[in-house]
T-cell receptor, first 119, second 114 residues
Framework: DTGVSQNPRHKITKRGQNVTFRCDPI?????LYWYRQTLGQGPEFLTY????????KSRLLSDRFSAERPKGSFSTLEIQRTEQGDSAMYLC?????????????????FGQGTRLTVV | KQEVTQIPAALSVPEGENLVLNCSFT??????LQWFRQDPGKGLTSLLL?????REQTSGRLNASLDKSSGRSTLYIAASQPGDSATYLC?????????????FGGGTRVLVKP
């Protein structure tokens, strides 16, 4: 079990550039999440996939943000035309969703995050 | 909308003392609640998950309690060690929402002095 893996760990980019982050979840997990964390705050939910379907997006996810999970395995998060306000830690998490109505969600596991700095 | 508050925001104790970290949440309709640890500049490490039907969960020196009706959870760390220094985050998992759409508190930053 290699855990949730995120790449790169750090990214420094100039304002206006596009960046892409990758997340590899725990292999048997069907659910994948992206969160954003700014300094001194708790993580905030951005979006969620069940297999390859993106089922929910936060209002925090502006039009410049797009996330994909093409084959239900790894996921990418792209930010276009980066702004200084995008500087944050981007965290990916995965879990094994138990299908069925009104069933319990299982434990979420997080990666080490990608620290984005926009200069 | 779920709101999570963690008190205190920061805590400094001498080694060996027991730690008590509090978490309160406004919406008691939850599947479970997770406690996480975060070291500076790192990701989150899951410590404990308490299902909504449970009142407490234990792992080694860690014990977490849950009072869903009053919207409270407490994390106890016995006999603290300098290696316990980190930020601790709680996150209830809302019933009815798809997946682990966790809502986090701001965390409690713990420093254990040798």
């Amino acid at each position: 079990d290699t855990g949730v893996s995120q790449n790169p760990r750090h990214k420094i980019t100039k304002r206006g550039q596009n960046v892409t982050f990758r997340c590899d979840p725990i292999s048997e997990h069907n659910r994948l999440y992206w969160y954003r964390q700014t300094l001194g705050q708790g993580p905030e939910f951005l979006t969620y996939f069940q297999n390859e379907a993106q089922l929910e997006k936060s209002r925090l996810l502006s039009d410049r943000f797009s996330a994909e999970r093409p084959k239900g395995s790894f996921s990418t998060l792209e930010i276009q035309r980066t702004e200084q306000g995008d500087s944050a830690m981007y965290l990916c998490a995965s879990s094994l969703g138990i299908l069925g109505a009104d069933t319990m969600n299982t434990e979420a596991f997080f990666g080490q995050g990608t620290r984005l700095t926009v200069v | 909308k779920q709101e999570v508050t963690q008190i205190p925001a920061a805590l400094s104790v001498p080694e060996g003392e027991n730690l008590v970290l509090n978490c309160s949440f406004t919406d008691s309709a939850i599947y479970n609640l997770q406690w996480f640890r975060q070291d500076p500049g790192k990701g989150l490490t899951s410590l404990l998950l308490i299902q909504s039907s449970q009142r407490e969960q234990t792992s080694g020196r860690l014990n977490a309690s849950l009072d869903k009706s009053s919207g409270r959870s407490t994390l106890y760390i016995a006999a603290s060690q300098p290696g316990d220094s980190a930020t601790y985050l709680c996150a209830p998992d809302p019933r009815g929402a798809a997946g682990n759409k966790l809502t986090f508190g701001g965390g409690t930053r713990v420093l254990v002095k040798p």
